[in-house]
């Protein structure tokens, strides 16, 4: 746990106790704040309760003596409109920050050398943060891995010299952060995504870059235009900051569409450094590694070695770099490969909840037995139709069958599979039916939440009904 100090003998007011919220709350009670906490979920109230925590509604709080209110990244802060408990704070003229504020503001005051490596991105967050976190924990560092990656910021380990913290934040911990400045900002890219919470795709996209705006270094992907923008004014703060003699890192560029000025690219299967003209160097082979097939995950490579080669890890060991990518275990649900029968290779790409993450996938395989349907995302599946021809049926399950129908319409062969292990079963028939290779890809294009909690509890499932195939070959059991 990392116990927050900063609001020591301070009232706060806290809204949110699902898994960053109760740790939020544990840590600033342990660094001698006083919380009152609340939930709209009684069992949630409960369960702090139990642990010693606080609660009460917070309406009914004398708001005058409330230093903060710390809202958790799930609940609204301005669109479609504020929550309730972020209104009355407004209202009393009270800041509203998060858990990576917090951590901000502890690490300020504890240890502000302390390294602190922030990802964040419309796709391969997850990814990049634990490519990155393997990579430096081959090198011998103290790690401290989270964020929206699963564990509580504020779980970790405190900031400390010779630690490192390598944490996820998602759009919604950025703008609950207002002090973020980390050691090393990156910048995956931007696509359409959560525009029900920030009101525009600008918006969107101006809190990205806010994770990146005061990093002493910054990585920043440049395929997409909004990305490429904050890139260029990322080199304008770097030539300012280069007159005025104050210190800064490099804000590199990544790519693997195009060579770079300055950052990271792909040369072939190659992860090629270019910190200045003239010097240049390839710092990775990404050749036969299957947990990070595609080129999704080919950027996100060049990122976590951008990082290790900024921190020079290769430095008294030259092979340490190659060696984590050969070994990084990837993550379940994103493109994860579950089983294996005869030709056919089953992938588990739960974690694709939107169109633009399913492309990645439709991009990195042929004769496709596409299982796909749930929650459908503004766009639908629309912008996927120049994949179709690698198609070779389509299995619909979940809310969005009738009109992920109508977009595959002639194009693509598809059945009405209904449930997901109906889909399971038909598709294992098909392939089994087929000559030459195949793969059953579950690649959603879908949140889950019209039949299942998450896309955790999908992945499982259907990794699950996988292995319970005859004659699979199960991997990663």
């Known amino acids: ?30 660094g001698g704040s006083h919380v009152i906490a609340c939930d709209d979920n009684p069992a949630k109230m409960a369960e702090a309760a139990s642990k010693g925590i606080e609660t009460g509604d917070l309406r009914g709080l004398d708001w005058s003596k409330v230093s903060a209110l710390i809202l958790s990244p799930g609940v609204p802060l301005t669109h479609p409109e504020p929550h309730w408990s972020a209104k009355l704070a407004k209202e009393a003229g009270v800041e509203i920050i998060g858990d990576i504020e917090l951590f901000c503001r502890e690490r300020a005051k504890i240890a502000p050398n302390s390294e602190f490596i922030a990802i964040t991105g419309t796709n391969g967050k997850s990814t990049t943060t634990a490519l990155i976190a393997h990579m430096m924990r081959e090198a011998g560092w103290d790690v401290q891995m989270g964020g929206n990656i699963g564990t509580a910021i504020l779980s970790l380990e405190p900031p400390a010299p010779g630690r490192i913290h390598v944490i996820e934040c998602s759009s919604f911990q950025i703008d609950l952060a207002p002090s973020l400045a980390p050691s090393v900002g990156i910048l995956l890219n931007i696509s359409p995504d959560h525009i029900d919470r920030h009101g525009t795709m600008e918006n969107y996209a101006a809190i990205k870059e806010r994770l990146i705006a005061k990093a002493d270094w910054s990585l920043v992907g440049v395929e997409d235009p909004y990305s490429e923008a904050i890139h260029k004014r990322a080199l304008e703060r770097e030539a300012r900051a280069k007159a005025s003699g104050k210190p800064i890192g490099r804000q590199y560029a990544v790519s693997v569409e195009h060579g770079v000025e300055a950052g990271i690219s792909l040369k072939g299967e190659m992860i090629h450094m270019l910190a200045y003209p003239g010097q240049e160097r390839d710092i990775g082979n990404l050749n036969g590694i299957s947990t990070l097939r595609g080129l999704h995950n080919a950027q996100n490579a060049c990122f976590a070695a951008g990082v290790a080669d900024i921190y020079e890890i290769w430095h008294d060991d030259p092979d340490v770099i190659q060696r984590a ?24 790409d739960s974690k694709a909840t939107n169109a633009d993450s399913t492309e990645k996938a439709l991009k990195s395989f042929d004769n496709i037995l596409w299982i796909l349907g749930g929650k459908a995302k503004e766009g639908g599946i629309e912008p996927l139709k120049e994949y179709f021809p690698k198609i070779r049926k389509a299995y619909l399950i979940g809310a969005a069958t009738e009109d992920f129908a109508k977009t595959l319409g002639s194009d693509v062969p598809y059945v009405r599979s209904g449930t997901l292990d109906k889909a399971v079963e038909q598709a294992a028939a098909d392939a089994a039916a087929m000559n030459g290779p195949s793969v059953v890809l579950l690649s959603p294009a879908c949140a889950s939440y019209d039949q299942f909690a998450n896309y955790e509890v999908r992945g499982n499932a259907f990794r699950d009904l996988v292995r319970a195939l005859p004659g699979i070959e199960a991997k990663g059991a």
């Open 1 to 30: 746990m990392t116990p927050v100090t900063v609001f020591s003998g301070k009232t706060l007011a806290l809204f949110g106790l699902g898994g960053s919220g109760l740790a939020t709350a544990l840590a600033l009670k342990a």
């Open 325 to 348: 990518l050969n070994t990084f275990p990837g993550l379940p649900h994103r493109m994860e490969e579950v089983g294996r029968r005869g030709e056919t290779l089953f992938i588990n």
